[in-house]
């Protein structure tokens, strides 16, 4: 099975509010709600990964200030492990360059979106009372 790392960032505005990503139709795991991010590419470490990744991704810088956790999911093709960040926008606006669309959603809403399997364990850490 092919392994691959990859990061997500769980970017929060000053309302708590969190940045989140619909996959395309043409992603793997098209029409499901992640946390923007991917690949770590060799010779990166988890943050500088991040911080390309939504560079490239929402066109925004973000300050990369803790990690929140690492999953480790087995899709039908591939398992991945991920390794997710709480983040903030340092500069700019995000855009969906590669996403069907973002959206910023309150904390007690995110259970309402059909979220990829592997960023399920951090919605829950980020939802607990």
Same mark, same amino acid.
């Given at each position: 099975?092919?392994?691959?790392?990859? #990061?997500?960032?769980?970017?929060? =505005?000053?309302?708590?509010?969190?940045? %989140?990503?619909?996959?395309?139709?043409?992603?793997?795991?098209?029409?499901?709600?992640?946390?923007?991010?991917?690949?770590?590419?060799?010779?990166?470490?988890?943050?500088?990964?991040?911080?390309?990744?939504?560079?490239?991704?929402?066109? %925004?810088? !973000?300050? !990369?200030?803790?990690?929140?956790?690492?999953?480790?999911? =087995?899709? =039908?093709?591939?398992?991945?492990?991920?390794?997710?960040?709480? %983040?903030?926008?340092?500069?700019?606006?995000? !855009?969906?360059?590669?996403?069907?669309?973002?959206?910023? #959603?309150?904390? =007690? +809403?995110?259970?309402?979106?059909?979220?990829?399997?592997?960023?399920?364990?951090?919605? +829950?850490?980020?939802?607990?009372?």
């Amino acid at each position: 099975m092919r392994e691959v790392t990859v #990061v997500g960032a769980v970017i929060q =505005d000053e309302s708590k509010r969190v940045l %989140c990503a619909l996959r395309s139709k043409e992603m793997i795991l098209a029409n499901y709600w992640e946390f923007p991010g991917g690949k770590v590419e060799k010779g990166e470490n988890y943050p500088e990964a991040l911080t390309r990744e939504i560079q490239e991704e929402l066109g %925004c810088t !973000v300050l !990369v200030e803790k990690k929140i956790t690492e999953v480790t999911h =087995d899709y =039908d093709n591939m398992r991945v492990h991920l390794h997710t960040y709480l %983040c903030r926008i340092r500069n700019g606006n995000p !855009v969906a360059k590669e996403h069907a669309k973002i959206q910023w #959603v309150e904390l =007690d +809403q995110l259970h309402q979106l059909n979220w990829a399997p592997a960023d399920i364990p951090t919605l +829950q850490i980020i939802t607990a009372p």
